[in-house]
């Protein structure tokens, strides 16, 4: 079965903290993808990254950060010295290649930025 | 990249009545992907929308209460039907484009 795990519902840090989002997969699949996602309050999907299930690098663009670890499944997401814009809900998610690329999304976790 | 629009981009509607909702990509797809985001909710997968096909609706979603069109390669509809409270939320088509997935902004349902 395919099912995403992001175990903090709701997170609050101090602005330039930097913060660790959590999140947990499970798959049978040899080939799947890992995605997290950015609603901020508007409403709107935003696109943070794709990773497939071949590639384990670390990614990082500006302060955002993924750490894919298949050992534990897991695939966090780090901001560096965050901000009240990164104030959002955040949605890990999965999809495997065999199913379509059906996506299935974790939970969320909603993360305050305090000034 | 692909850009989607919704139309309408929320609306209020009666108990008993139903509502299409319509999604156009800026590009030809293959599969495009409906959801729903009840309120505080993540996001769930209701139905693939392949062109030419009948839609394929993932378990809890029925055709009768979600009735699907897939006319072309850059458009689809998605109808609730019959609607009531518990069918208020958020609905977004989705398309895959590149390497990434891309999401329309949304149809925000209220039913009274």
């Known amino acids: 079965a395919q099912k995403v795990t992001q175990a903090q519902t709701e997170i609050s840090v101090v602005e330039k903290e930097d913060v660790t989002l959590d999140c947990v997969y499970e798959?049978?699949?040899?080939?799947?993808?890992l995605f997290w996602y950015k609603q901020p309050p508007s409403g709107e999907l935003v696109f943070l990254i794709r990773?497939?299930?071949?590639?384990?690098q670390n990614e990082i663009s500006g302060r955002y950060s993924w750490n894919f670890q298949k050992s534990t499944s897991s695939f966090n997401f780090t901001i560096t010295a965050s901000q009240v814009v990164d104030s959002a809900v955040y949605f890990c998610a999965l999809s495997e290649a065999h199913r379509d690329d059906k996506i299935i999304f974790g939970k969320g976790t909603r993360l305050h930025i305090l000034p | 990249s692909a850009v989607i629009s919704q139309k309408p981009s929320r609306d209020i509607c009666q108990r008993g009545t139903s509502l299409t909702i319509q999604c156009q990509v800026d590009s030809q797809v293959t599969m495009m992907f409906w959801y729903r985001q009840q309120p505080g909710q993540s996001l769930t997968l209701i139905a693939t929308?392949?062109?030419?096909?009948?839609?394929?609706?993932e378990s809890g979603f029925v055709i009768d209460k979600f009735p699907i069109s897939r006319p072309n390669l850059t458009f689809s509809t998605l109808t609730v039907s019959n609607m009531s409270p518990e069918d208020s939320s958020i609905y977004l088509c989705?398309?895959?484009?590149?390497?990434?997935?891309?999401f329309g902004p949304g149809t925000r349902l209220t039913v009274l």
């Open positions: 798959t049978r699949d040899t080939t799947y993808y």
């Open positions: 990773r497939n299930s071949f590639d384990e």
């Open positions: 989705s398309v895959e484009a590149g390497n990434e997935q891309f």
């Open positions: 929308a392949n062109q030419g096909s009948e839609a394929t609706y």
